[in-house]
């Protein structure tokens, strides 16, 4: 198993490793948003949200064995166990880690600003960028860090500059109306 790695402190072996992977892939970069957190939660979910998490763990499994690169957006208290986790499902797969505070996709305060790790990602080669993860709330007009971890990535992400597109990837997160 290779070991885990944040998006600013990678080895130089693993960055040109990953770079290759997105050359590959045309510049297409996956980003998980905390993938587990419907397991880890202690709240209590409604049964339309409990009833998508079957479909959201497929199509998790089917994304780990793409051949897309990952970048995964966690909570820093459970990088360890995030990446434990996927490393179960699929040993081999390239994945950098990105550390947000606890519960939310707000980046945490080692990660810096969006703007550098937008400047990073597109330095490792990323041209267009596939979100997936828990919760997406499109139609939300609430609170932006309440269960909806998903928009606030994309939105962090977004830079036409530097990426041709940013999509969330429809059948791979887990919707939540609030």
Same mark, same amino acid.
């Given at each position: 198993?290779?070991?885990?790695?944040?998006?600013?402190?990678?080895?130089?072996?693993?960055? *040109?490793?990953?770079?290759?992977?997105? *050359?590959? /892939?045309?510049?297409?970069?996956?980003?998980?948003?905390?993938?587990?957190?419907?397991?880890?939660?202690?709240?209590?979910? *409604?049964?339309?949200? @409990? $009833? @998508?998490?079957?479909?959201?763990?497929?199509?998790?499994?089917?994304?780990?064995?793409?051949?897309?690169?990952?970048?995964?957006?966690?909570? @820093? =208290?459970?990088?360890?166990?995030?990446?434990?986790?996927?490393?179960?499902?699929?040993?081999?797969?390239?994945?950098?880690?990105? !550390?947000?505070?606890?519960?939310? !996709?707000?980046?945490?305060? $080692?990660?810096?600003?969006?703007?550098?790790?937008?400047?990073?990602?597109?330095?490792?080669?990323?041209? !267009?960028?596939?979100?997936?993860?828990?919760? =997406?709330?499109? @139609?939300?007009?609430? /609170?932006?860090?309440?269960?909806?971890?998903?928009?606030?990535? $994309?939105?962090?992400?977004? /830079? *036409?500059?530097?990426?041709?597109?940013?999509?969330?990837?429809?059948?791979?997160?887990?919707?939540?109306?609030?």
């Amino acid at each position: 198993m290779t070991p885990m790695h944040e998006l600013f402190d990678l080895p130089p072996g693993h960055a *040109e490793k990953f770079s290759k992977m997105l *050359e590959k /892939n045309k510049g297409k970069l996956g980003v998980l948003v905390h993938p587990f957190f419907h397991e880890e939660s202690s709240l209590k979910f *409604e049964k339309p949200v @409990q $009833k @998508q998490v079957p479909a959201y763990q497929k199509a998790l499994k089917r994304l780990l064995k793409s051949s897309l690169p990952l970048v995964v957006f966690e909570e @820093q =208290h459970k990088l360890q166990s995030t990446y434990t986790k996927l490393k179960k499902l699929e040993p081999d797969k390239p994945v950098i880690f990105i !550390s947000t505070l606890s519960s939310t !996709s707000m980046l945490a305060e $080692k990660t810096g600003d969006w703007k550098k790790v937008q400047r990073a990602l597109h330095r490792l080669g990323a041209r !267009s960028i596939y979100v997936a993860g828990e919760f =997406h709330n499109p @139609q939300s007009h609430g /609170n932006l860090f309440h269960m909806r971890c998903v928009d606030f990535v $994309k939105d962090g992400l977004r /830079n *036409e500059s530097l990426f041709k597109r940013i999509h969330v990837l429809p059948r791979m997160v887990v919707r939540r109306r609030l």
